[in-house]
Each structure stands twice: as C-alpha cells, then as structure tokens.
C-alpha cells in the first residue's frame, strides 16, 4: 500500500519555459515520474497576468510549464536533457514561428541544487556543440509562478482538432513519443 503523504513528502518541482506551453505540457505529462503539469506564466514582474497581458511581451514573464515529479522515478538532470531536446535553446525570444521574450528559453529554479545542475547540464551541451549557435537560455531563481486559465491546461489534449495542435504540437508529440518511448507512461 503506497503511502500518498510520504510521497507527496518526496515531490519535487520543475519550471521551464521552451516556447509555446501547449507544446510542452503534453511531453512532460506523459513522462513516467511525472505525477503533474501545470502550465502558466512566470520570469517576470506583472502579479497574477492574463494570458492578453503576457502575449503583450510587456510583463517579463514567459510562458512556463511547473512539472511536479517523483525524483525517486525522474530525476531533475534527466528532466532538463529531455527540456533541451524538445526545444531550440539558442533562439532569442522565440520558437518557430512563436515570437516575443513570453516564448524565451528559460530554467526558473526552485533551490540552488536545480540552479547548479542547470549550469551544469548547459556547459555540457555547449562543450558538446550540438547546435551552430551558442545557447541563450536564461537561468534565475522562480519568484512567482501564475496558473494559467483554465482553459490552457492540457489544452493538447482537449483541443486535438485544433489547427495549432495538428500541425505543430502533433507532430512534436509524435517525435518525442519515438525518441522517448522508454520513459512514457503507459495508455
């Protein structure tokens, strides 16, 4: 019999911004040891934005993904290497076709344990020179992190119809459930 208090005890979160949250709410859900997702608005100054407001780019916050996990079946460091495959670091303020500082490439730590493996996992990828161009992606202690509305939560799955979801989040939740099948939960 699991125990629920000693586990949620053992919960850890993670927040990361990589574009779009409707395109890295469905990945990280479906990752085994990870218990929830929430997606919202954090890196900036503005208390309790809209979704208007944030789209503005005049907030500082960016559109975020809070991942609750199990680090006993997920650990942080794995968490930011799947982060990083599912997302151009090294783009500006932008991803795709999405444009403005609220899609920025972003780590928002919650302890300096999760801000020292950040560093770490970047100086790794930058020795690795996977991609042409240097990485941009900012890494600062979370202040607040704001719920997003509600209907922007799992909006990938309630919205599967939707022209976004089919040609852009799709195909991204296609890839990852290839390159990652032996960490997805399974249906």
């Not at 218990?35 to 309790?48: C, F, N, P, Q």
């Not at 770490?120 to 240097?134: F, M, Q, S």
């Not at 600062?140 to 992190?145: D, G, N, T």
Request: some cysteine; hydrophobic content about 35%; aromatic content about 10%.
């Amino acid at each position: 019999m699991v125990n629920r208090e000693s586990m949620a005890d053992q919960l850890q979160t993670a927040t990361f911004g990589g574009g779009c949250f409707w395109c890295l709410d469905p990945l990280f859900s479906n990752l085994v040891g990870v218990e929830d997702v929430t997606v919202g608005y954090a890196g900036g100054d503005k208390s309790a934005p809209t979704y208007e407001q944030v789209c503005s780019g005049r907030t500082g916050h960016a559109e975020v993904v809070q991942v609750t996990f199990d680090p006993e079946r997920i650990d942080y460091r794995t968490l930011l290497e799947i982060f990083f495959s599912v997302h151009d670091p090294t783009t500006l303020n932008r991803q795709g076709a999405d444009v403005g500082p609220q899609y920025r490439s972003i780590i928002l730590t919650h302890n300096l344990e999760q801000e020292q493996v950040a560093h770490a996992v970047i100086d790794e990828l930058t020795i690795k020179e996977i991609w042409p161009n240097p990485i941009v992606t900012e890494v600062k202690p979370l202040q607040a992190f704001y719920p997003a509305e509600d209907y922007h939560q799992d909006y990938f799955e309630k919205n599967p119809g939707q022209g976004y979801c089919q040609i852009v989040i799709s195909p991204k939740v296609t890839k990852f459930r290839k390159s990652f099948a032996d960490r997805l939960k399974q249906a």
